[in-house]
């Protein structure tokens, strides 16, 4: 996948001139034949400091502004450069194939694995035909199909977790949403095989939690995952989607808020400047990760993993029991 991107943030403005500076910079070399060796070190190294330190400042809207950026690697790319043999299966032998989300069989360090993600397009053309990454039922009820068919056969299960949320439609409520969706809450909670999630970009809503009750949960650098987006709990609790800065804040919904709160088992750190600025290195960091979380789960007697899987969600959350009077 190409890693560059045309589209830049508001907090990033520093960073593109000097990166048009640089630009002009060798424009002029080479039209001119000038050496600007030592301008380019100095400029290079002033770009190198200032990315750093703008990425590792974001405030949590600004995190949820990268998280959504269309450049990010999506499942595919991963599917793609991170597991070998991929076979895709379609289908929930229900309604129909939900390209929101895809998934099949594939090898991870020469391991047979089932891995599932959601699916966003590059392109209008593209998303429509994935629907924004925002599956219908039938999205989610292929997913626990195919981990129905991991666990008979004794495989892991990896899924990839991108979507602003399932599919609020008339059509999708009619067959079942939320049916689907608790469903697959209830059935992964009980598979009887390793299973790891990884959220790389957004995670939104029940959406993207029918594809996380895993026993690890492993989260971008520069992702979130949240119970609403920003806007949409601006929009009920202040009536303004001019409140989602406030909003993003109060979710808690970034990679260390999560960490710190016990809800994500691991952060990977992204390369300086997101996963859209290096998709090549994000993926091999991520590989690594699940390899390394496989191995742990691996080792692991059936009963102990999936009474460690309750316990992980039972033991998350807090809450005061009101007394009378």
């Given amino acids: ?45 002033k770009l190198d400091v200032l990315r750093e330190e703008t990425y590792r400042n974001l405030d949590p809207m600004e995190q949820v502004q990268v998280a959504r950026h269309p450049r990010r690697p999506y499942t595919l790319d991963y599917i793609g450069a991170v597991f070998t043999d991929f076979m895709e299966l379609k289908g929930d032998r229900r309604y129909r194939d939900d390209q929101a989300i895809v998934g099949g069989w594939a090898r991870l360090d020469e391991r047979s694995v089932m891995v599932i993600g959601h699916q966003k397009g590059r392109d209008m053309k593209e998303n429509l035909r994935r629907n924004f990454g925002m599956p219908h039922p039938e999205g989610y009820r292929k997913a626990l199909r195919l981990m129905r068919m991991a666990d008979k056969f004794g495989k892991p299960v990896i899924t990839l977790i991108d979507t602003p949320g399932a599919y609020p439609g008339f059509g999708a409520e009619e067959r079942g949403q939320a049916e689907a969706i608790a469903t697959n809450l209830r059935e992964m909670a009980r598979l009887r095989v390793p299973t790891i999630s ?26 979130v995952y949240s119970v609403i987006s920003p806007e949409g709990c601006a929009a009920i609790l202040w009536r303004s989607a001019e409140k989602r800065a406030e909003a993003a804040r109060a979710l808690r919904l970034t990679s260390s808020d999560l960490l710190r709160l016990g809800v994500a088992d691991e952060v990977i750190g992204e390369p300086t400047g997101g996963a859209h600025a290096d998709g090549v290195a994000t993926m091999r960091r991520v590989a690594d990760a699940l390899v390394r979380h496989l191995k742990e789960l691996e080792a692991k007697e059936t009963d102990a993993l999936v009474r460690e899987r309750w316990a992980k969600y039972e033991a998350m959350g807090a809450w005061i029991e009101g007394g009378e009077g």
């Avoid at 048009?20 to 380019?40: F, P, S, T, Y």
């Avoid at 809503?205 to 949960?217: F, K, N």
């Fill in 198 to 223: 990884v959220v790389i970009g957004e995670g939104g809503s029940g959406g993207a939690l029918a594809l996380g009750v895993t026993d690890r949960i492993l989260l971008l650098e520069h992702s």
């Fill in 1 to 45: 996948m190409s890693t560059s991107s045309a589209a830049h943030f508001a907090f990033e403005r520093d960073i593109v001139e000097i990166e048009a500076q640089i630009a002009r910079l060798r424009e002029m070399a080479g039209r001119r034949g000038m050496d600007v060796a030592d301008e380019l070190r100095v400029l290079t190294a």
